[in-house]
């Protein structure tokens, strides 16, 4: 019996879907950028610290996704935009990454079918 935890994570800048692979069943859960964020724009606010304030949104957003990549041991990164490869630049210098193998795909948008289908296909 293969134990090795699978995980495939369809992400962009905002959303990440994360699906974990286990006897050809996939529990899917999603996480979001935006959970926190506050919608209303203050224009008294300068455009230095709203830049700020969506630069720490964005790391708590990779945070919580390098997280729970640290639970799996083989994890497939895939999507339409450059967020897979910031997030692996920033989890690749962590040591406690090192035992983990990552992978990263480009891919289109998808349903959450076509992200299920291609998790399955990947890891067979």
């Keep these: 019996m293969n134990n090795i935890r699978k995980l495939g994570i ?4 905002s959303n990440a879907y994360l699906m974990e692979l286990a006897n050809d069943t996939i ?17 008294y606010k300068g455009e230095k610290l709203i830049h700020k304030k969506e630069q720490h949104l964005q790391l ?23 967020a897979k490869n910031e997030l692996l630049n920033q989890i ?16 289109d948008k998808m349903t959450e079918d076509q992200m299920q289908t291609f998790v399955r296909d990947y890891f067979k």
């Excluded at 369809?10 to 800048?13: I, K």
């Excluded at 708590?60 to 450059?82: A, H, R, W």
């Excluded at 690749?92 to 983990?100: A, P, S, V």
């Design 27 to 43: 529990v899917q859960r999603v996480v979001s950028e935006l959970a926190n964020h506050e919608t209303e724009f203050n224009f």
């Design 92 to 107: 690749k210098t962590d040591h406690l990454f090192e035992d983990i193998k990552i992978e990263v795909k480009n891919s």
């Design 60 to 82: 708590s957003y990779y945070k919580k996704i390098s997280d729970i990549i640290k639970k799996y041991q083989n994890v497939v990164l895939f999507g339409p935009t450059d």
């Design 10 to 13: 369809w992400m962009d800048h």
